[in-house]
């Protein structure tokens, strides 16, 4: 099984940058996608990064764009997102989830339906 443990969340100003971290652990699946999502109250979960197994096929939310980074190093079994100009509209729990089969080898599903394993959440919340 795989088990999945967000950690980085705090509280920031607007403006300020942030990095979480997603450490993967249990069994590794060759060619798996990793996604980032997040969920303000009163909102459904929605896709913020994802990141095929090489790394080289990214999507990012337009919402996001042009500050959020994600990234992976599968020696560690670890992913990353680095947020920098958080504005207020970012606050959410911050959720990172694997897809086994992507449907199309080498990419990486865009949608928190196409995910099967999810980690706990971190909180991030950023003051205006």
């Known amino acids: 099984q795989v088990h999945l443990e967000e950690s980085g969340g705090r509280l920031v100003q607007a403006g300020d940058s942030l990095q979480l971290s997603c450490a993967a652990s249990?069994?590794?699946?060759?060619?798996?996608?990793i996604g980032w999502f997040r969920q303000a109250p009163g909102n459904e979960r929605e896709t913020v990064a994802t990141i095929n197994w090489t790394g080289r096929v990214t999507y990012y939310a337009e919402s996001i764009k042009g500050r959020f980074t994600i990234s992976r190093d599968n020696d560690k079994n670890m992913v990353y997102l680095r947020m920098n100009n958080l504005k207020p509209g970012d606050t959410a729990i911050y959720y990172c989830?694997?897809?086994?089969?992507?449907?199309?080898?080498?990419?990486?599903?865009?949608?928190?339906?196409?995910?099967?394993?999810w980690g706990q959440g971190t909180q991030v919340t950023v003051s205006s």
């Open positions: 249990g069994h590794t699946f060759h060619g798996a996608a």
């Open positions: 989830a694997v897809e086994l089969w992507p449907a199309v080898a080498g990419t990486a599903g865009t949608r928190p339906d196409e995910y099967d394993h």
